[in-house]
């Protein structure tokens, strides 16, 4: 079946200019992670859902990063008044189960969105 | 806070020769650690989990609490085994993944 989905695959955006950036996650995956990686970097977590609710946003850098995922499917990260610094790419990743225990869960990730902000 | 280290930017190998990358992690529970793998334009996908105990395309990996590290190895390295690898951690408590920063395996012919 498809594979999670991200668009745009590319964004130029100019220092304050807002962005919105989507994902698809694999139908029927109740978990979905948003993860941001800096070049050279390995993926940082940003945010987590579990179905529509937002159950941990701690790795977001500061309030102009926003997510939601209002109908348990599809998510959107906005972010406000880009900066430099945000430039990155963003990963999104679903996984199928709630995770209880040691669980045979596996994250499976898109192919992520780079952010550039001049 | 958890960490993950990855002490290696870039291994570069023969074909054929014996593979290790290293990693080592800082977390004081029972942590769950993984490697994920992106080959050249494709996307992060899991290469073998620490739990399954899996041999995944000819690659192990064991973990060692008390050395704190899951090095990933293989005995003879293949010119497809070319790729970026990330080794990473994961709480008992959480479902968010902590990553480290990467290691480049480029296997020469």
């Known amino acids: 079946g498809a594979g999670v989905s991200q668009s745009p695959r590319y964004k130029v955006a100019k220092r304050g200019q807002d962005v919105a950036l989507r994902c698809d996650p694999i139908s029927g995956h109740v978990s979905l992670f948003w993860y941001q990686q800096a070049l050279g970097q390995g993926p940082e977590f940003l945010t987590y859902f579990q179905n529509e609710a937002q159950l941990d946003k701690s790795g977001l850098p500061s309030d102009r990063f926003f997510a939601e995922r209002p109908e348990g499917s599809v998510s959107t990260l906005k972010i406000q008044r880009t900066q430099q610094e945000d430039s990155a790419v963003y990963l999104c990743?679903?996984?199928?189960?709630?995770?209880?225990?040691?669980?045979?869960?596996?994250?499976?990730f898109g192919p992520g969105t780079r952010l550039l902000v001049l | 806070a958890q960490r993950v280290t990855q002490p290696e930017k870039l291994l570069s190998v023969f074909k054929g020769a014996p593979v290790e990358l290293k990693c080592n992690y800082s977390y004081s529970g029972s942590p769950e650690l993984f490697w994920y793998v992106q080959y050249s334009r494709q996307r992060l996908q899991l290469l073998l989990r620490?739990?399954s105990r899996e041999s995944i395309k000819g690659f192990t990996a064991d973990l060692n609490k008390g050395e704190t590290s899951f090095h990933l190895k293989k005995p003879f390295a293949q010119e497809e085994d070319s790729a970026m690898y990330y080794c990473?951690?994961?709480?008992?408590?959480?479902?968010?993944?902590?990553f480290g920063a990467g290691t480049i395996l480029r296997v020469k012919s």
């Open positions: 620490h739990i």
């Open positions: 990473a951690l994961m709480t008992e408590y959480g479902n968010k993944l902590v």
């Open positions: 990743a679903s996984s199928l189960v709630i995770r209880v225990g040691r669980t045979e869960e596996t994250q499976y």
